[in-house]
């Protein structure tokens, strides 16, 4: 039961995008767009800056990062990387394939950045309770008022 990294093309838009949208769903996200609006937003992230992964485990899908790299803004020699989407599909998960594929792009995708960094939603508990045993740490905490 070997993990592997496999890199997403725009070919891959439609598989990313429905995995995109069961993360929507799974963290409790106001996130309204449609699966037509999330394609095209994958799209025109795949096409500029960002990068894309898939998880593969018995060449079967399990997840995804989505991810670009960025120079810290405090000192620029050092090159940190935004890890914008982290996914492990439903009937995967529970089997450790989280922390493994972590593993695996801080390996073979991030070896030369000193920090990743990631948003979870505070009422994500689930999300952050992950994304601590991965070793993450709160650094900031952005709030909101609906008026």
């Avoid at 699966?35 to 800056?49: F, G, I, N, P, V």
């Amino acid at each position: 039961m070997e993990l592997e990294l496999r890199k997403a093309t725009l070919s891959d838009i439609e598989i990313l995008a429905e995995m995109n949208r069961q993360l929507i769903e799974d963290e409790g996200s106001m996130n309204p767009m449609t699966l037509d609006e999330l394609k095209q937003r994958m799209y025109e992230w795949l096409e500029t800056s960002y990068n894309a992964d898939f998880l593969i485990l018995n060449q079967e899908t399990a997840g995804y990062a989505l991810y670009h790299f960025k120079q810290n803004q405090y000192e620029q020699n050092i090159q940190g990387v935004y890890l914008r989407q982290y996914f492990i599909g439903r009937k995967f998960r529970k089997l450790g394939l989280g922390l493994k594929g972590i593993k695996l792009l801080k390996e073979h995708r991030f070896k030369d950045v000193n920090s990743i960094e990631i948003d979870v939603l505070e009422s994500n508990t689930t999300g952050m309770n992950f994304w601590g045993r991965a070793g993450f740490k709160p650094y900031y905490t952005n709030m909101r008022m609906k008026i």
